[in-house]
């Protein structure tokens, strides 16, 4: 799967984001401080990653930065784009199932390396519901705006 990761600063599991996801066989596309011929703000590389995702370069994308707040709100504003932060892997089973969310938002602060396995393995364990109510969620959230 191609996947596009960005992080405002490498600290934290900024790296070991990138490292778990090229074990697991995914193609990485790194922005921000991931990349350095990029501006690593949050807003700048959050928003390059939902541009990755919304134009269909990249399948899933992942954003962090210190809380993640900033991250997951710079990504929602580019159309098509559902992020989510998540802080376990209950919230990205979650995210993945009801909201079909298509890029994880983590934070560099409070993510240890040990929820960053547990995240990635809900989050691309998981899959959007086919539930008729939930589907009409997803599709109407896509039209706000």
């Known amino acids: ?30 922005h921000g401080a991931l990349e350095p011929r990029e501006r690593d703000d949050w807003a700048w590389a959050s928003e390059a990653v939902a541009r990755d995702v919304a134009a269909g370069r990249a399948e899933q994308g992942v954003v962090c930065c210190w809380t993640g707040t900033g991250a997951s709100i710079a990504a929602n504003k580019v159309g098509g784009v559902r992020a989510a932060l998540c802080v376990d892997a209950y919230s990205a089973a979650g995210a993945r199932k009801w909201n079909d969310a298509n890029v ?8 240890s390396r040990a929820q960053l396995i547990e995240i990635l393995d809900a989050w691309f364990g998981g899959a959007a519901s086919d539930d008729p109510g939930d589907r009409a969620n997803i599709e109407h959230v896509d039209g706000i705006g």
């Open 104 to 111: 994880l938002a983590l934070s560099l602060r409070l993510t």
């Open 1 to 30: 799967m191609r996947v596009s990761v960005a992080a405002d600063e490498r600290t934290g599991v900024a790296d070991d984001v990138v490292e778990e996801l090229r074990r697991r066989g995914h193609e990485v596309t790194l």
